[in-house]
């Protein structure tokens, strides 16, 4: 597994520079687009391309089932992930319209839900029936952890095959705030009071337990932060780890990877301590109201696109934002530039 993550090419630093000199020749004064220039020139760079394409998009979301759910520490029971995932395959779900509006393929996985859907539309690679409670003992064994990792890599190269320009990852599992907050307390060494967050809109009782819940579990597990595997095994979630082997998939393949929220964030940092570099095809997309969310962003070293107020995950906040990634390759590739408009730069 290693050897394929070692795959990973470096971004092409000389083809953004062509391409930025490029974007100086179009029709509007220098610097004007803002971020949309520096989004073009990053593209440019991943891709290895002068005019490259996001479009189509490919959506995975995984989901699996977390045991923590048993100490309370959610405002919804075990049960919604099976709906949920049954919603998304009968195409009801916010990120099923959102996809829609972006032309996106999009693809549900289950690497770990608690109990068993027959669907024609589900990719089933279940790894095992929901994570343990890692509150009493450790969530999976280190190699369900890698088997995790795997089928994620291999779903983000079989979309990508599909046609997918660039990858949105979206998860589904009550319970994976808790998780998350909890990976990212070890790879933070931040106090876990200042990472919890609501969720699913927990009640502030539930939230002060939440964080208790997760700081006794971490003492008890006590992961190695320098071996992301030990980390996933004992604190993490399946469908996290599928994200993670996702995006190392698309960086592979010099595809953007279009982060979501606070979860898929993680899954990023998750990522980035399996392969340094992996993040430079990284575009994170928005900003959640997750307080561990701007901590996550820190260690990343990324500003996101939008802050909408979102706490959704499903992959939504990165669809929302796709239409405006996309505006910076379409101004690479329609906008005339001073020269084949006739159009002067300036009086001398």
Known sequence: MKQLF??????NKEMGRQVSEYINTLTKPIGSLGRLEELAIK???????????????????FAADHGITHEGVSAYPQAV???????????????????????????????????DIEHESLIN?????????FYRENAMSREEAEQAIEVGYQQGLQIIKKGAQC???????????????????????????SLVGKGTGISDETLVHKAEIIKQALERRSPNPNDHIDIIAKVGGL???????????????????????????????????????VDDYMIVTHQSIEPGHQIALSLLGKKPIIDLGLRLGEGTGAAISHSIIQSATLMLKEMATFHSAGISKNDK
């Open 239 to 277: 469908e996290i780890a599928g994200i993670a082997g996702a995006m190392l998939a698309a960086a592979s393949k010099r595809v953007p990877i279009l982060v979501d929220g606070f979860i898929c964030t993680v899954a990023a940092l998750v990522a980035k301590s399996i392969f340094h570099g």
């Open 81 to 115: 992930t099976e709906q949920m995932v049954r919603n998304f395959l009968n195409g009801g779900a916010a990120i099923n319209v959102f996809s829609r509006q972006i032309g996106a393929l999009l693809e549900v996985i289950d690497i770990g839900v608690a109990n």
């Open 167 to 193: 990858l949105i990852l979206g998860e589904m599992g009550i319970g994976n705030t808790t998780s998350s907050s909890a990976i990212l307390a070890v790879l933070s060494n931040r106090d876990i009071s």
């Open 125 to 133: 690679k279940k790894i095992r029936y929901g994570t343990a409670n």
């Open 6 to 11: 070692e795959s990973i090419p470096k971004v």
């Open 43 to 61: 593209l440019a760079e991943m891709k290895n391309e002068a005019f490259p394409s996001v479009t189509p998009p490919g959506v995975l979301v």
